[in-house]
Structures are given as structure tokens and as C-alpha cells.
């Protein structure tokens, strides 16, 4: 795992301590461990986690400095790409949102022991919207689900002048141009793709920057959300 992470972090243009990286591995272990009783990841060979989960979300570091920075993780699930970003970069302010209550325990049980300071919030992105609107410098998203439906789940939680950063795969370009208006609706602008590699993989991060207020009636429930995309 250390030598994957090691090897890959010039290609994303990131430079860290050994003991960032070695927090990077315990954080590695404890996932793997506890995802023998519990469903974390598909991926459980030590090599593809430091590859496909680790360097893959700190690629984000690439597009957007993260420093002083208030940031929400949106469907984090096992933690990414939050876990590694805050490692990455510990002078962020990250906020770990996940609607599944035993990924967050689990998240906020481990991360104590391995000193990564993050807030572990159990919750559907719609109806922490409603407290936490505009509160946040980015939020970020990485295959939770289709472009137009997380603009609504995630725009709402940006300030303005702030930016979603959302993960995407070959599918970038298809799914942005399904997502316009939505993006236009929400109060965003999309301001570039960004293009990275991880092995044989090209990533993208869609990078949509917050222009304007969203609307006071956004977010709708997600029923409405999935049943009827902007």
C-alpha cells in the first residue's frame, strides 16, 4: 500500500510526510479489517485501495486548495474522497455526510485513533441542506449518482463563490450535458473538467463553481429528486 501510494503521488502533483502516508496505511488496514464483517468496499486488494480510493480522492488537491477551507463530503460512504483529503491536507475543515448509520459510527470511532480531526454526520444530503444551507466552501461527491442529481443534493450546501467538486468517470461529458440546466438552476456554473489519471483510467472532476443563491425550494425530497432531475 505504502509503495502504491508512494509511486503515484507525483502523477497527481502531491507531496507528503511519511507520516501522512503512514496514516494514509493504518487508515487502509482498519478499512480492510472491518470490511471482512461489514460492507465498505469492493475493493480489497491493499495495492487497488491506495490506487483507486487513496490516490484517487486526493487527486482533488490537484484542482483545489483545500487549506482553511470548510468542506462537506457528500455520500461518503467508507469515507471518500474526505478521509484522504483531510490527511492530505489537515488544515481543512471536513464534514463526512453519509445517510447509512454504521459507516458513520465506524468513521467516527477510527479516525479518533489515527488523529484525523472531521465531523461524522449521519444524514440525507436534502435534509442537512436544511440547516447547513450555504455554509461551505465545496462540497465533493464521488460515484454517489448521476450529475443532475447531486448538483440538487450538493449545490445547496455551497456558499456563493464556492465550488462542487463532483468525481466522475468516462460517463463526465454525457452526464454534464444532461445536468445544464440543473446547474444553471442551482445557482452554479460549470467552470472546467478536469482530467487525471489513475493506472490505465482517465478520472474527471467536475468542477462547478456557485454564481448565485440556490432558490429557497431546492433541495426537493429525494423521491422527487430521482423521480423528476432537473
Same mark, same amino acid.
Given at each position: 500500500?505504502?509503495? #502504491?501510494?508512494?509511486?503515484?503521488?507525483?502523477?497527481?502533483?502531491?507531496?507528503?510526510?511519511?507520516?501522512?502516508?503512514?496514516?494514509?496505511?493504518?487508515?487502509?488496514?482498519?478499512?480492510?479489517?472491518?470490511?471482512?464483517?461489514?460492507?465498505? #468496499?469492493?475493493?480489497?486488494?491493499?495495492?487497488?485501495?491506495?490506487?483507486?480510493?487513496?490516490?484517487?480522492?486526493?487527486?482533488?488537491?490537484?484542482?483545489?486548495?483545500?487549506?482553511?477551507?470548510?468542506?462537506?463530503?457528500?455520500?461518503?460512504?467508507?469515507?471518500?474522497?474526505?478521509?484522504?483529503?483531510?490527511?492530505?491536507?489537515?488544515?481543512?475543515?471536513?464534514?463526512?455526510?453519509?445517510?447509512?448509520?454504521?459507516?458513520?459510527?465506524?468513521?467516527?470511532?477510527?479516525?479518533?485513533?489515527?488523529?484525523?480531526?472531521?465531523?461524522?454526520?449521519?444524514?440525507?444530503?436534502?435534509?442537512?441542506?436544511?440547516?447547513?444551507?450555504?455554509? =461551505?466552501?465545496?462540497?465533493?461527491?464521488?460515484?454517489?449518482?448521476?450529475?443532475?442529481?447531486?448538483?440538487? /443534493?450538493?449545490?445547496?450546501?455551497?456558499?456563493?463563490?464556492?465550488?462542487? /467538486?463532483?468525481?466522475?468517470?468516462?460517463?463526465?461529458?454525457?452526464?454534464?450535458?444532461?445536468?445544464?440546466?440543473?446547474?444553471?438552476?442551482?445557482?452554479?456554473?460549470?467552470?472546467?473538467?478536469?482530467? =487525471?489519471?489513475?493506472?490505465?483510467?482517465?478520472?474527471?472532476?467536475?468542477?462547478?463553481?456557485?454564481?448565485?443563491?440556490?432558490?429557497?425550494? =431546492?433541495?426537493?425530497? =429525494?423521491?422527487?429528486?430521482?423521480?423528476?432531475?432537473?
Amino acid at each position: 500500500m505504502k509503495e #502504491t501510494i508512494l509511486a503515484g503521488l507525483p502523477a497527481i502533483h502531491l507531496e507528503l510526510s511519511e507520516q501522512q502516508v503512514d496514516t494514509l496505511c493504518a487508515f487502509g488496514k482498519l478499512l480492510l479489517e472491518k470490511n471482512q464483517v461489514m460492507n465498505l #468496499t469492493a475493493i480489497t486488494d491493499p495495492k487497488e485501495v491506495a490506487r483507486l480510493h487513496f490516490l484517487d480522492s486526493m487527486a482533488l488537491l490537484d484542482v483545489a486548495d483545500l487549506a482553511g477551507k470548510r468542506v462537506v463530503d457528500v455520500g461518503c460512504g467508507a469515507g471518500f474522497p474526505g478521509v484522504p483529503l483531510k490527511i492530505a491536507q489537515p488544515a481543512m475543515d471536513l464534514t463526512l455526510l453519509d445517510s447509512l448509520g454504521k459507516r458513520m459510527t465506524w468513521l467516527g470511532e477510527v479516525l479518533p485513533q489515527l488523529g484525523v480531526e472531521a465531523a461524522c454526520v449521519t444524514a440525507r444530503a436534502e435534509e442537512f441542506a436544511a440547516d447547513h444551507r450555504e455554509q =461551505y466552501d465545496f462540497a465533493t461527491s464521488r460515484a454517489v449518482a448521476r450529475l443532475n442529481i447531486l448538483c440538487e /443534493l450538493c449545490l445547496p450546501l455551497v456558499r456563493v463563490g464556492g465550488a462542487f /467538486l463532483a468525481m466522475k468517470g468516462a460517463a463526465a461529458q454525457e452526464e454534464l450535458d444532461e445536468a445544464k440546466g440543473a446547474i444553471a438552476k442551482l445557482g452554479g456554473k460549470l467552470e472546467r473538467v478536469h482530467e =487525471y489519471t489513475v493506472g490505465d483510467a482517465v478520472h474527471r472532476v467536475v468542477i462547478i463553481r456557485k454564481v448565485k443563491n440556490t432558490p429557497k425550494q =431546492y433541495p426537493r425530497r =429525494y423521491a422527487k429528486i430521482k423521480q423528476q432531475p432537473l
